[in-house]
């Protein structure tokens, strides 16, 4: 895995909104894969300002959101697919028609799960993923498990990851569902290139795990060593834990 250290989350956002701007540059239909949650923020603000000041389209871009709680319509303000909107797509010339997250209301898990692999695949791809990382080491909703999960499926969060999210949740963890769907390890393995991007002190460990562990299902992101095209985008805080950086 490529690392790249950024000063702070500023300069991180800027090199990862940078990075997506490139890919779309050199590929303007490109299938992007997003995230959600605090990380990709800064970088969503960066990729909106070159949209604004640098005639970045995103006319023909598809996106494929990796994750989305269960049980929340996409109106919900604490569902993925709200967030997106307010966070990027209400801000950019994409076609909402050409972006997609797991739709949280669906009551046949398993025939949702299938036809988001299926769009995925239809879709050619995903040719970048952002991944943000949990401090338990997961990626997207894929919690330590003694296996590395396969294709999108549904999940039950773990309790620190509820406990992570409530902040959305005017901190009350009642309020978060316990229940998400997600892409799986395979879906996100099979995408062309990985960009992580890991900000804080309290990321600082997975981080370390995710880069210098063992390769193991209890740190779902340890599989990324294994991905030929991974870079890392962190701060100083999330790698004061990683050793063998020059
Ligand atoms: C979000 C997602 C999660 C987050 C992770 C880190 O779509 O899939 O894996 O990337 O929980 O969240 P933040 O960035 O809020 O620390």
């Known amino acids: 895995m490529k690392i790249v250290k950024a000063k702070n989350y500023e300069e991180l956002s800027l090199l990862a909104a940078t ?13 992007l894969g997003l995230a959600t949650g605090s990380s ?130 005017d901190n009350d963890m009642s309020k978060v569902p316990t229940m998400a769907f997600t892409m799986g390890i395979k879906t996100i393995m099979h995408a062309a290139r990985i960009l992580v991007i890991a900000n804080g002190k309290d990321k600082a460990e997975a981080v370390r795990n995710m880069v210098n562990g063992p390769i193991t299902p209890e740190v779902p992101a340890s599989i990324l060593q294994c991905h030929c095209d991974a870079v890392l985008i962190a701060d100083e805080d999330a790698l004061s834990l990683t050793e063998g950086l020059k």
């Open 19 to 31: 990075a997506i701007a490139t890919q779309i540059f050199e590929k303007p239909d490109s299938v």
């Open 40 to 169: 990709p923020i800064g970088a969503y603000q960066n990729l909106i300002k070159l949209h604004k000041e640098a005639q970045l389209s995103f006319a023909k871009v598809k996106t494929v959101n990796l994750d989305e709680y269960k049980g929340l319509s996409k109106d919900d303000k604490n569902s993925y697919a709200y967030f997106m909107n307010e966070n990027l797509f209400d801000h950019i010339d994409i076609d909402k028609n050409n972006t997609h997250i797991p739709d949280g209301l669906a009551t046949d898990c398993d025939g949702e799960c299938d036809s988001y692999e299926n769009l995925i695949s239809s879709l050619g791809g995903i040719d970048l993923q952002l991944l943000g990382i949990g401090r338990n080491g997961h990626i997207g909703f894929n919690e330590p498990d003694n296996i590395f999960s396969s294709k999108t499926h549904c999940v039950q969060l773990k309790e620190s990851t509820i406990n992570a999210n409530a902040r959305f949740f």
